[in-house]
């Protein structure tokens, strides 16, 4: 294959990506008439699709779950949850509807219409502070290559932890999101996925794109591992914070590489700086999925004594 041959063929794949952006759009944009819960399920499928083509097959994508922890707290309904079932293989049904702990889920997505007034806005940031709201729990035992590991008694001396409390990824998705709304909610969600009106064709209809705006995208490594890896919300704040202070200390003697690495230098662009919103998506969101990697181990022992507490049982004590 000669060299031209292969540039040419790169650009026919990154086309492609841009087909299929066209393609989610028209999808998205789609009217159906008084049949508003219909289009909402249906919309939220089309953007199912456009993860299940980026993300890895080792995560599973469900579709309306609820999100729990080991205190009892439960995230509002989440439209979309990548999770990862074979380190976490516990998902707890009460008919069809399905609860998965919160040490599973790597992405939380909220799917809209659209994101144009404050009341849609508010109620966005009350459902992703739900979610936030839950905590992760060390209270897990494992086995590893040389021994037995306690790894709630490691957290509570150990300064070298990779993962100590992690909390998913979160993403908001909408058919249209207006300027001063996003403003907002570039606070709130790492990533806002949404359509955007770009003018009108030859033809006379109105073209719009895929548009991917990331708050965070010039934050180093570091930075977006400790915010996944190191979400700090117990009751233990002194603890945390020293705990945290001890970690910035490692970041400064960190490899500098890593804090000249982020997201911004995954964005995928043509020669006018037009962005391949699916291409560059595909490669940031995987770069933020590899940081969470494995997900926290399971802690049995928390959420068996949830359930005990919770129907009035007998706490079995150490």
């Known amino acids: 294959m000669t060299e031209q041959t292969m540039n040419q063929a790169i650009e026919k794949l990154a086309e492609n990506y841009n087909q299929l952006e066209q393609s989610l759009v028209n999808q998205l944009r789609l009217q159906v008439p008084n049949h508003q819960l219909t289009v909402g399920t249906y919309r939220e499928r089309v953007w199912k699709s456009l993860f299940e083509m980026i993300i890895p097959k080792k995560y599973c994508i469900e579709q ?15 439209d979309l949850a990548v999770y990862d079932e074979m380190y976490t293989p516990y998902i707890f049904n ?14 939380v997505v909220q799917c809209k219409s659209g994101v144009n007034d404050t009341a849609t806005t508010e109620n966005a940031i009350e459902w992703v502070n739900t979610v936030k709201a839950l905590k992760t729990s060390m209270d897990s035992v494992t086995r590893t ?31 249209e999101m207006g300027r001063s709304m996003r403003t907002k909610l570039l606070n709130e969600f790492d ?11 030859k033809d006379g209809k109105k073209k719009a794109r895929l548009v991917k705006q990331i708050p965070g995208e010039e934050k180093n490594f570091i930075q977006w591992n400790d915010n996944l890896n190191h979400f700090m919300h117990s009751d233990r704040e002194k603890e945390e914070a020293e705990y945290m202070m001890g970690r910035k200390k490692d970041a400064l003697n960190s490899i500098e590489s890593l804090k000249r690495r982020n997201l911004t230098q995954l964005r995928v662009t043509n020669h006018q700086e037009e962005e391949n919103t699916i291409l560059s998506l595909t ?3 995987n770069q933020l999925l590899m940081f969470l990697n494995n997900p926290m181990l399971f802690p049995h022992r928390a959420y068996a004594r949830m359930f005990t507490k919770n129907l009035g049982g007998k706490i079995q004590e150490d």
């Open 94 to 107: 009460y008919g069809e509807i399905k609860f998965i702990p919160i040490e599973a889920v790597a992405v």
């Open 283 to 285: 490669f940031q969101l």
């Open 64 to 78: 309306s779950v609820f999100i729990i922890d080991s205190y009892g707290n439960i995230s509002r309904e989440v």
């Open 191 to 201: 990533i806002l996925l949404f359509v955007e009106d770009v003018g009108t064709g």
């Open 145 to 175: 290559i040389m021994d037995l590991v306690d790894n709630y008694d490691r957290s509570l001396h150990s300064k070298i932890l990779t993962q100590t409390s992690t909390r998913p990824i979160t993403i908001l998705c909408a058919t």
